[in-house]
Nanobody, 119 residues
């Protein structure tokens, strides 16, 4: 429905930083928790980070904790993923998604943005 659109993916080097951005429509963004998920070839899609509606609560997968940081700006209808000290294993397609109940009910998805980390 064109509610979510990611940007910021690209080719980076190991140890570099990258920022992914997700623009959402007003009708959905301020109602849902938001998250970033990723998928690499041959692997299941996994949740990388999520953030509550207000932005007060955040969750990170152990593989990215301390390196990645999720944030949201409800006034701008934007959620971002700051990726620091990236590793080759971070290479994947990253998706922005809206969580209806804050329980991994991913009801809206973006098209995904490719992140490739060269080692």
């Amino acid at each position: 429905q064109g509610r979510l659109k990611e940007s910021g993916g690209g080719l980076v080097q190991s140890g570099d930083s990258l920022r992914l951005s997700c623009a959402a429509s007003t009708e959905t963004f301020e109602t849902y928790a938001m998250g970033w998920l990723r998928q690499s070839p041959g692997k299941e899609r996994e949740v990388v980070a999520s953030i509550s509606v207000s932005g007060d609560s955040r969750w990170y997968d152990d593989s990215v904790k301390g390196r990645f940081f999720i944030s949201r700006d409800n006034a701008k209808d934007v959620v971002e993923l700051q990726m620091n000290s990236v590793k080759a294993e971070d290479t994947a397609v990253y998706f922005c998604a809206a969580d209806l109940l804050g329980d991994n009910s991913w009801v809206y998805w973006g098209q995904g943005t490719q992140v490739t980390v060269s080692s």
